[in-house]
């Protein structure tokens, strides 16, 4: 067995399908956790932010300054940021909205729109908690209405489920931006889980190599568009025993895939 394949054979015993009400308690726990990452930037309440990201937190601002793609947070950073007083929008000013765009048994995907910001986010459960591990943002106007990016963004989350279905690691590079994370949940050494992280070239080594990121066939792939603000978007790709959710911007003309969060899971009811 491959080192990649090693790395996403996260257990052949799959995860039975969840109760409607657990979906719900995970949809309402996502939901919570977010809501403490957004407000508790806009409240000045460090506890709540740190509650709410993972240590591991990979926090990607898109386009924000001329020439500068992507600027890189972390975990602390954003605690660090709740501190102090500088003026932030009041509760009424703050435009919040969230929206849980899919939920599985160990990692969810979400979005939070408002006046200063507007964040694709990725979250793992761990312990029965859930926390932000990737967010990807940019500044308002948000795009009501995905228009004439609902195509492009399609076709590029599918083009990206079937270079991983395959062995061709040169089209997975083509549509991974290059400091793109791509993370799964796989077990660890203690009998919990871990969250480990490829970067394209271990991606596109893996699948030269015949190690099948999804490990199914193309025909055996579903993709779907779960949102598109603008230069940013949101999809997730889906085999019968792998879920795999991604963050895509519009970087130099074209959609690449930034952040990635996979994870080995069972079929869950909508």
Known sequence: MGRLTAVLALGA??????????????????????????EGYYGHAPDRMERAVSPLLSKRGLNLRP???????????????????????????????????DAQAEIGSARVFSVQFNDYVHLIKRGGRWQLLSVLWHQPPASATPGEAAAPVATAIKDFAGALAGTDGKAASKLL???????????????????????PETVAAGLTGGQSLLQAKPDQVQTRVLGIDGDLASGVIM?????????????????????ALGSRSGPRPD
């Open 13 to 38: 015993a799959l995860a039975l399908p969840l109760p409607q009400n657990t979906i719900e308690a995970d949809k309402a726990a996502i939901r919570q956790a977010v809501l403490d990452y957004a």
């Open 67 to 101: 020439g500068l793609p992507i600027l890189q947070q972390n975990a602390e950073m954003l605690i660090d940021a709740c501190r102090g007083n500088a003026p932030r929008p009041g509760p009424d000013e703050r435009k919040m909205t969230v929206d849980v765009l």
């Open 239 to 259: 085999t019968d025993s792998f879920v795999l959710y991604v963050h895509l911007g519009q970087i130099d003309g074209r959609w690449q895939v930034v952040n």
């Open 177 to 199: 931006y290059p400091v793109a994370l791509v993370r799964v949940l796989a077990p660890a050494q203690d009998g919990g889980r871990l969250v480990r992280d490829l970067n």
